[in-house]
């Protein structure tokens, strides 16, 4: 039988020394040598992974609002809350088969199918994206106790053909999807409200018998000279799952009449031009208002509250447009607000709480 390459290495050298010193490695030496080129030849007769294009699932989830935390703490607490929400969310995508591909900040992206396909790879990335979901509510119940603010995530999932490969040098290198479907499921989250998950016809097309799922809509995607069809998943029946989006949004409601100003955001960036509406609706998570024409549904702004009752303004309001509809009477706008610092949301509910005991709960 011929000796392991290691093993004749190993010899040669031994052999080479001899001739050279008059004397051999010893033992110890000798096994920490061999360890290292065991480890050696291994890594060099090992099969690569080769560059090809095949189909995978992507989720992507990202924090709502992680923003003003960062701005209203001290690094080492906003690293104590990243690494606390990122635990769990790495251990939910490896109990279901998902490879980890990158952080980005507060963001995690799973691929689903890129190191071994699955025909059940949508139906995973899906689980996994619920399951990160109803992991929050823990989350956010320890975070309460600890006397940290509350997190919110949204998720973004798409299939569909990508190139998987290794990218990068010998410096640095590491296996990768890339494509126009990556760059899809990057917009599905995006378009992803707190406690969402957004998910493309294509993935709802393979598991459409394993979740339930919200109406259809269509929304403009950056790139696409078509609508893109998305679709929020609800629950997985059969696997006795249910996203308690729901639960966080009811929250007692007022009539009202503010005027405010907005501003739209596109690609993170605020768009120098201002805009004037009124609020007539106003709740702890989200508004109705009357805007100016061109407001489109799910799009991003920035607005201002003026609390007058309580002395307080609510500033820096990040919000995105959930529904809009025109009639005779003018236009309008529902809004969730997806970020609000902590004093906001402090000043919101006292506001509200405040005008509730004149106004009818709806």
Known sequence: MKEPLSDEVLRNIQEAVAAETGARIGPEAAARLHAALSSAVGAATAPRKENS???????????????????????????????????????????????????????????????????????????????MQIAMVELNRDQAAKGLPPLFMGAGINTGHA??????SELHSEYTV????????????????????????????????????????????????????????????SLGLQIPRQEMRNSPRVEVRIPFTYKTVVDKTVMPSRHEGVVLDLGYYGIFAEVEPGLTRHADILLGLDLSLIG?????????????????????????????????????????QLLIQGSPMK
């Open 163 to 168: 190139m998987a490969g290794l990218l990068g």
């Open 178 to 237: 890339i494509g126009d479907e990556v760059n899809l499921a990057s917009r599905i989250e995006a378009f992803s409200l707190r406690g969402q998950v957004l998910i493309s016809e294509s993935t709802f097309d393979r598991c459409r018998d394993f979740v339930t799922a919200g109406a259809p809509m269509d929304v403009h995607v950056k790139g696409k000279s078509n609508p893109v069809r998305l679709r929020e998943v609800i629950a997985i029946p």
């Open 53 to 131: 294009s095949r189909e995978v699932s992507i989720l992507l989830a990202d924090l709502r609002g992680f923003g003003s935390i960062a701005e209203a703490n001290p690094v080492r607490r906003v690293l104590e809350v990243l690494n606390r929400y990122l635990a769990p969310m790495c251990e939910i995508a490896v109990d279901n088969g998902g490879t980890i591909d990158k952080f980005m900040g507060d963001a995690i992206m799973v691929v689903f199918g890129a190191q071994q396909h699955g025909a059940d790879d949508a139906r995973r990335a899906v689980t996994c994206a619920v399951q």
């Open 312 to 352: 307080r303004r609510a500033e820096n309001i990040y919000a995105k447009v959930r529904s809009t509809r025109s009639d005779r009477a003018g236009h309008f706008a529902s809004m969730e607000f997806t970020s609000v610092s902590e004093q906001g949301e402090e000043d919101i509910r006292h506001f509200v």
